[in-house]
């Protein structure tokens, strides 16, 4: 009846069942995928498990009068699992319903399983990243337009009163409280340019980057080497240049914040018709146990980069050392091409 070289060698599990779904024979393939013998019952599949009968219907979704072509489900196994599946069954030509044999096929998808979730894993952190950019830029609107116009028309009055009084004692209070105002003004400005980048729209990534290295630099107390063979003509889509840009200001944010060094390098190497772009970003600082970031920090910095990263279908390669120092590494094979989000 069948092709025993067939049935014996296929990678597809194939098991004969009756109807009371003894298993009158199966291939190695099935019995590996489950475990299964000669002699035993099919388990009823996860979604067979839990369905909501109709009175006088088979719990087996397979066991209806017509076979079924496809349909996905999970397995009970021998080892404990319920392996992700995709079944199809046919009948074997009998006489009577009563003695009927059906043929299951099984076909391990877990794999394709796997994939569906990273794929679903990738999108969702597309979409996150997503909201979040855009998120900050309403803020920034918000700034610019709120508080940055009612700071404006209040350093404008401040004014006009310093130039009207001849009190002494005001005009030094009024003199204090616009240097004050001047401050938060900047401050202000400094959030903005921190949460949107104008800068990178409109000259590029190379320009956006040594702007952010000399902000970072006149607040903190790190000399940052900055080498890259990047310049203003090499432009990339919005979404590559916006991602590397707030990868490499995540890194160096967490070397102010965390590494205690006094020196940091970035380099940026992309030689023009090779597609691949390389970013190194190293401290001299005091490292920490890598692995364990991850793991026991709350912080979303590292797993954002690493999710951007993904996005540009890169590889991020973080190599900390207690005590010398912490570097990321960071290659984009293809980085020309369009992000692709599918
Ligand atoms: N350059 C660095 N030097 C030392 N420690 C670092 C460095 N970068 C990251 N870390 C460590 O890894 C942790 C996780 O970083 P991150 O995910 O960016 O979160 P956060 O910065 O919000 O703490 C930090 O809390 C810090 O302990
Ligand atoms: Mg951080």
């Given at each position: 009846m069948f092709d025993?070289?067939?049935f014996q060698h296929l990678?597809?599990?194939?098991v004969i069942m009756d109807s009371e779904r003894t298993i009158l024979q199966l291939n190695p393939a099935a019995h590996r995928l489950t475990g299964w013998q000669i002699g035993e019952k099919v388990p009823h599949c996860t979604f067979c498990q839990k369905r909501v009968l109709q009175p006088g219907e088979e719990r087996c979704i397979l066991a209806g009068k017509e076979p079924v072509s496809y349909f996905e489900s999970e397995m009970p196994t021998v080892y404990g699992e319920n392996l992700p599946v995709a079944f199809s069954t046919t009948f074997l030509p009998r006489n009577n319903d009563r003695d009927r044999q059906m043929v299951l096929v099984i076909r391990d998808i877990s794999k394709k399983r796997k994939e569906?979730?990273?794929?679903?894993?990738?999108l969702l952190a597309r979409q996150t990243i997503e909201a979040q950019e855009t998120e900050r830029k309403r803020l920034v609107q918000e700034l610019h337009d709120g508080i940055g116009q009612s700071l404006y028309s209040i350093s404008i009055?401040?004014?006009g009163l310093l130039y009207s009084t001849r009190d002494q004692h005001l005009q030094t209070t009024l003199s204090d409280l616009l240097h004050v105002l001047n401050d938060t003004m900047n401050e202000v400005k400094r959030l903005s340019t921190d949460l949107r980048?104008?800068?990178l729209?409109?000259?590029?990534?190379?320009a956006a980057l040594s702007s952010l290295i000399s902000r970072i630099e006149r607040h903190s107390l790190i000399a940052i080497e900055y080498q890259s063979t990047l310049d203003y003509n090499d432009r990339f889509s919005p979404h590559v240049e916006l991602n590397l840009y707030r990868?490499?200001?995540?890194?160096?944010n967490n070397i102010v914040k965390h590494s205690e060094s006094q020196k940091a390098l970035i380099s940026i190497q992309w030689i023009k018709n090779r597609e691949g772009l390389t970013i190194n970003i190293e401290d001299?600082?005091?490292g920490f146990p890598h692995g364990e970031a991850g793991k026991y920090s709350t912080g979303l910095g590292l797993k954002h980069i690493q999710e951007r990263v993904n996005l540009l279908d890169g590889l991020l390669e973080i190599k900390s050392q207690i005590g010398k120092g912490t570097s990321l590494l960071i290659t984009i094979p293809d980085v020309r091409k369009e992000m692709r989000y599918e």
């Open positions: 025993f070289d067939l990678t597809d599990g194939l569906e979730e990273a794929k679903m894993a990738k009055g401040l004014n980048p104008t800068s729209d409109m000259l590029g990534l190379d990868i490499i200001q995540e890194a160096l001299e600082g005091k």
